[in-house]
């Protein structure tokens, strides 16, 4: 059974900076891609930050340059630095992974089989 875990998420203020955590079970990181999704109030659920088998990194627009996604295939853990938070940040964070794809999808057509069950990110002006 997968399991995928977040943490990190908490209360900041715009300008502030987060660290977000994914430790998983039951799954071999590294040998599928791996995304960071959001949820937010009244929005579409969304990517934000996806990486590849190979390495290679991919970001929204919105969050480039700001977030940065990265993984410990050793520790099962990935991560997303987020800084410079704004406050439409604000929302919950998963952690996704695919069953069969090695590279990211196009943001919008990416639909991971297993998924965290998220962690609150909150930023205040």
């Known amino acids: 059974q997968v399991r995928l875990m977040e943490s990190g998420g908490g209360s900041v203020q715009a300008g502030g900076t987060l660290r977000l955590s994914c430790v998983g079970s039951?799954?071999?990181?590294?040998?599928?891609?791996m995304a960071w999704f959001r949820r937010a109030p009244g929005k579409p659920d969304e990517a934000v930050a996806c990486?590849?088998?190979?390495?290679?990194?991919h970001y929204r627009r919105s969050v480039l340059d700001r977030f940065t996604i990265a993984i410990d295939n050793a520790e099962n853990t990935l991560f997303l630095q987020m800084n410079n938070l704004r406050p439409d940040d604000t929302a919950i964070y998963l952690c996704?992974?695919?069953?069969?794809?090695?590279?990211?999808?196009?943001?919008?057509?990416?639909?991971?089989?297993?998924w965290g069950q998220g962690t609150q990110v909150t930023v205040s002006p």
């Open positions: 990486i590849d088998t190979d390495g290679t990194t």
């Open positions: 039951g799954y071999t990181f590294g040998t599928r891609y």
């Open positions: 996704a992974a695919a069953a069969t794809t090695n590279v990211c999808p196009p943001f919008d057509d990416m639909y991971p089989k297993y």
